[in-house]
């Protein structure tokens, strides 16, 4: 199979984020539209993207996609794939669905009638009217919009988001994804001091040793994919020796986690120890207020407390406003905040240089951008 079209699916409001990770691993033909982004390439590019994405939520292969207002249509145009070429005679190949906008509404119909197309073309393959489905796991997606279906097989497994390190968690988690979204939308750079001063259970400290240490988010754990006969295994072998070969594992960096919660500190340091980069961010029990730094140039990123019960909300309101003061006595510094309060700004006392919206779960937020200073350029030798 010489090319493949691959779909990385994304949170609303980082499509751009993930197209540019996809284009600077190599791939081309990028598409970007609402929620994911497609690009092309061979087998190996589906170990590659799994293994090096950082803000995508998974990768799937496009299979097929057509126009299919009849249930008869999108039986007959599903039977008529290839199914064989992707699918093992023992494989289980769940089914989900989902329609936005089509005339096809019921997703439970459009489920079963996928499968049972897709069961049909098997049959005619491999000569059997039944399949046990005890092997590996295909899980398939039937996705109608505007009446145009697209079939995917996903090939990550558990969200992309799940690096393999965080099986402490502290209360409402920001997604590792969206902390490694924060920080490249930062421009951070490791050369660059960093603190987090509401660290919780360290998930944006942890990225940026990630990131800047150039570690692959997916080196510790596994893809569903990987057991999948269509890729051979040297592939994924290959795969994961170039991630321990690009990894910079020398990479000095200054990056702080702060917090009040004695006891979330104690899982971001399980967190980071668990990451392989407990030696690389430092965690203090300190309140906001106590935030100062001899250092120059660096990067405050933030996911505060948002107020969203009304009974916390005048003391996160009070919060913000001791931020403004706080952080801008780093006048040297860049900060980053991610809130759903739609007065920031105002209760922070200064407009942000930039303001992007974003998601974080299902909630509406936005990603305040204050730009500080550049570091000097250094002098060429």
Partial sequence: ???VTLIATSTFGLEAIVADEVRSLGFTDVKVENGKVEFTGDLSSIAKANLWLRTADRVKVKIAEFKATTFDELFEKTKALPWADWIPRNAQFPVEGKSVKSKL???SDCQAITKKAIVESLKKTYKV???DETGPIYKIEVALLKDRA????DTSGSGLHKRGYRDWIGTAPLKETMAAALIMLAKWTPDRPLHDPFCGSGTIPIEAALIGKNIAPGMNREFVSEQWEIIPKEIWRNARKETHDLAKYDQPLEIIGTDIDENVLKVAERN???AMVDEDV???RMPMQGISSDLKYGAIICN???GERLSELKEVEQLYKKMGEVFTRLDQWSYYVLTSHERFEQLFGQPATKKRKLYNGNIKVDYYQYFGPLPPRK???
């Fill in 1 to 3: 199979m010489e090319k």
């Fill in 105 to 107: 509404f019921s997703v």
């Fill in 129 to 131: 009217n039944w399949f």
């Fill in 150 to 153: 697209t079939l995917t097989l």
């Fill in 272 to 274: 980071a120890e668990e």
């Fill in 282 to 284: 430092r965690f203090y």
């Fill in 304 to 306: 505060p407390p948002y």
């Fill in 379 to 381: 002098r060429m030798e």
